[in-house]
């Protein structure tokens, strides 16, 4: 009897493991080696993205005295130049008030996409040997490179808001937002860009060329240097919708518009439905990353061969 009992509670423990072990592998989420869900996963494991935009912005600085003091002193000395060199030489402060600020406020944003974007395409080639060691998800990369231009482009933006406030500016909810979509507008670009052609950079190196006379482009194809209503007077108008249809072109005039407009400058005025051209700048920006994405996915399973 106190045999038959033993087996009767060994058969009963044995049916409650067997079912907690079949509960526990039902709950298991069953997943390919190695595949991920693209920029979704490259969020889940923000930790590790942290770990790498944290140890490239370290490097930037390493064995430096100054340190981050250098990303403020570059800018205040871009703006000297500028004030000097154009405005005062060329003539541009009389044409155009606070003109340095203008100026600067504009390769704010330029730099932030070229950088973000020239990082990004060669990002995957950069850590070749990490793609080939270890898996995590390879989108990551650009995505880091563009994290990593928008660190290095905070000190620039204080240094552009400090002189505004000298300058007199008074931010309003409406300024601030258009900063904010400016910044936005670059950051996805640059990220979908980014994914695209460093994965075509992987296997065809001349994508990194062609992507250096963009970045190069970039600055003239955007008003910079100068005012959106030169290019309004010298081109036709369906010419003049293109241009607006960049969405640099709308990011740099909302960068203007939320920090140089709010300063009442002599004649200026805002480029036509800023608004409107702004939100289908970030409209093409999400396409960029969508199709960035799928072009990346479907190169994704040649990059350790061609690296």
């Known amino acids: 009897m106190i045999a038959d009992g033993a087996r009767e509670k060994v058969r009963v423990y044995g049916r409650r493991f ?15 080696p190695g595949g991920n869900r693209g920029l979704l996963e490259v969020f889940r494991q923000r930790h590790l ?56 406020a504009g390769i704010t944003v330029v730099t932030f996409f070229n950088e973000a974007f020239s990082n990004g395409t060669r990002s995957l080639v950069d850590n070749a040997a990490l793609i080939k060691k270890i898996y ?9 490179s563009m994290l990593i231009a928008a660190v290095n482009t905070v000190p620039q933006i204080i240094v552009v808001v400090v002189i505004a406030l000298l300058f007199g500016w008074i931010p309003s909810l409406l300024s601030l937002g258009a900063i904010f979509l400016a910044l936005l507008i670059v950051a ?59 969405p640099i072109t709308a990011a740099v005039e909302l960068f203007h518009y939320g920090i140089w407009f709010p300063l009442g400058p002599h004649d200026a005025t805002v480029l036509p439905d800023i ?15 969508v199709i960035g994405q799928l072009v990346f996915r479907r190169l994704e399973g040649r990059f350790a061969q061609d690296l």
């Not at 390493?62 to 570059?74: A, C, D, E, H, Q």
């Open 18 to 32: 067997a079912v907690q072990q079949a509960r526990t592998l039902s709950d298991q989420r069953m997943s390919t």
């Open 49 to 104: 993205l942290s770990l790498i935009v944290r140890k490239e912005v370290q490097i930037r600085y390493r064995g430096s005295i100054f340190g981050w003091l250098w990303s403020y002193v570059k800018p205040l000395v871009q703006f000297v130049v500028f004030y000097v060199a154009i405005g005062v030489f060329l003539g541009m402060n009389a044409r155009v008030d606070f003109f340095p600020l203008y100026l600067l």
């Open 136 to 144: 995590l998800p390879r989108e990551m990369f650009p995505v880091a």
């Open 188 to 246: 996805v670009l640059a990220s979908g860009l980014g994914l695209f052609f460093g994965s075509i950079n992987v296997t065809f190196r001349d994508a990194q060329s062609f992507v250096e006379i963009i970045v190069m482009v970039a600055i003239w194809a955007s008003p910079v240097m100068y005012e959106w209503t030169q290019v309004a007077n010298a081109v036709p108008e369906w010419l003049f919708v293109l241009y607006r249809l960049n």
């Open 275 to 289: 608004w409107t051209y702004g939100l289908i700048a970030l409209l093409t920006s999400l396409i960029a990353l």
